[in-house]
């Protein structure tokens, strides 16, 4: 079943959503302000909500995995159990890449031992995702594989958006907010899905470029900033560590996310680095986007979005890299 | 619009408390604790060991029981060093266990060659400590161990049972200190390297298999060894070992060339590790 919701009730949809739920949506940056570049942020009044530009500048990933975890308080060794305040929220605005970038990190925090502070955010969060019509300078998810997952789409038909349901929980929001949303048929056309990107990224494998030369020459470029790490909505990686108070008897463990580009990521006692040198640094970053995830899960990790491009105040181009290496590499 | 409160009471990342029952000094930079720890685990294995406000570390098991758990550790970094202080009749916070194990069932009839640097002998001393009791069910058992100095040397008091059942092989980077004689308990040893005497005693691959467990330097010399001989890859055991935080593929700092030492490992089958640059 798909749904339309008019544009001129859109904002008295987002005011009924924001009587019971945070409604997080990106809100346009502004270099005087705190938010400089576009973002998702609870919004104050449906006015905020930007949608016109491509994706956002940061990355969704913080309002799941916390930037600053508590895992457990203690007090001498006495373990305390954390409490999570939360409030029941929507995301509006997801992209494609994304609501793909969350499906990630849902099967690494879900798979072996399921994560329950993950779990908690995830499930208190309702992903409204709104379809692209193309993509930026930046943008490449039409080389990888970015697959249906959200609790209702939205597309752009003009005067009214077209939704489509993806999920149990987003037809029971249909449910909840039934006044604004009209039944309607199949009203999304295979054109409606289509997202025109001029990017490109070559995703042969990329196994038989491991000891290619030319890494060098990228990696020289990089300066172990980690801003990919930080804006790629799958890198997931963290650290774990006591914070003690004064009283050096109370304290809390956090988990932070952690940066792969950076020297420390594989420190051992006895100033021991595994991955030492910048390239292999980087090498370990592009391999788990393209190889490593998909060995293990058979899905390709990078979701196109571009991010780490954008944001690389080097302008390392990987994805032209990747893409020369393989076309040099053809016979 | 209300806020909810959410409790998350159980958390794979959560520690229990486990009581210290002895402490044993083993050289001048590592000690063994034994804790009161009913865990039912595999060889191989290794826990989670943490001081509130100090930090977690993963942990190697050296010993095989079901009544206790015995950690072997050297003081090398913040939370080790913060280990070494604690007292017998302490407690410590726990969880495990995790990793891969050393498939000891399906190597039965083969013989074992076992080698461990410094304190890579520590992991391998449950296996070594399993192979007493089970001596028949192997070939012929040589262990092998490198030691930077006699007075460096692990598990001392054991090496006189472990001689009269095992070929027991021990080299010392240095022979003589001054201020450490060779001890009266010590099992004289060979000065040079591991892998020399890896070399001049193992001759062919036939039914061997071996387990390395040490420095990455000497893991790599070793394998170079044993290749020579004509060991295959899958003939080869190993265990890596990187920094870790949660011990279940989530935190990704364990990452090799795509395997988490943590889920995938710590033994790794050589043949299952890719070639890698670290």
Known sequence: MQYTLSKNDFSGFVKAVMN?????????????????????????????IHIEVGNAYFPVKYYFFDKKETIFEFKGHKVIDPIIKLKDRVFFGLRRCDLTG???????????????????????????????????????????????????????????????????????????FHDFFKEAGEIITPADREI?????????????????????????????????????????????????NFDLHTGKRVRTPASCQVKSFTRVAGEHIFRDTRVARYKHRVYHQLQYFKDRHDELFCTGCGRCIRGCPVRIDWVSHINKMNREDKP | MTTKEYIIATSPLKPELKKVISYKRESSDSFTIRLDWQLDHELGQFVFCSLPGVGEAPISICSNSKDYV????????????????????????????????????????????????????????????????????????????????????????????????FDLNISYDKMDEPDHPVGAACI???????????????????????????????????????????????????????????????????????????????????????????
Not at chain 1, 20 to 47: L, N, Y
Not at chain 2, 102 to 123: E, Q, R
């Open chain 2, 188 to 278: 004289s040893g060979k000065q040079g390297f591991v892998t020399q005497l890896v070399s001049d005693n193992i001759h062919d691959n036939k039914n061997k298999v071996a387990f390395l467990c040490g420095p990455t330097i000497m893991i790599e010399k070793t394998i170079e060894v044993l290749k020579k001989k004509g060991f295959n890859n899958n003939q080869i055991f190993l265990s890596a070992e990187r920094l870790m935080y949660c011990g279940m593929g989530k935190c990704g700092r364990c990452m090799i060339h795509g395997k988490y030492t943590c889920l995938d490992g710590s033994v790794f089958r050589y043949d299952e590790l890719g070639k890698t640059e670290e």
């Open chain 1, 102 to 176: 969350i499906k990630h990190q849902d099967m690494v925090f879900y798979s072996n031992q399921e994560d329950p502070f993950y779990k908690t955010r995830r499930d208190a969060s309702t992903l409204i995702g709104l379809h692209c019509k193309e993509g930026d300078d930046y943008c490449f998810c039409n080389s990888v594989t970015n697959s249906d997952f959200f609790d209702l789409m939205f597309f752009d038909k003009g005067e009214n958006y077209a939704i489509e349901v993806g999920s149990e929980k987003g037809q029971n929001f249909i449910s909840t």
């Open chain 2, 70 to 165: 015995e950690l072997n550790i050297r003081e090398v970094g913040n939370m080790t060093n913060a280990l070494a202080h604690v007292k017998k009749g302490e407690e410590l916070l726990v969880r495990g266990p995790y990793g891969t194990f050393y498939p000891m069932d399906t190597l039965k009839g083969n013989d074992l060659i076992i080698v461990g640097g410094g304190c890579g002998v520590a992991p391998l001393k449950g296996v070594i400590d399993y192979l007493h009791k089970h001596t028949k069910d192997y070939g012929d058992i040589s262990l092998f161990f490198g030691f930077r100095t006699p007075a460096d040397a692990l598990f001392r008091d054991d090496h006189e049972q472990w001689s009269k059942v």
């Open chain 1, 196 to 244: 025109k990107n001029t990017f490109k990224l070559d995703t042969t494998d990329i196994k038989k470029l491991y000891f290619d030369e030319q890494w060098e020459e990228l990696a020289n470029k990089c300066i172990s900033c980690g801003a990919c790490n930080t804006l790629c909505p799958n890198c997931h990686c963290f650290t774990i560590q006591d914070e003690i």
């Open chain 1, 20 to 48: 019971t739920h945070d409604f997080i949506a990106p809100i346009q940056g502004d270099p005087s302000k705190r938010v400089q570049k576009t973002q998702f942020q609870p919004i104050t009044a449906p006015e905020d």
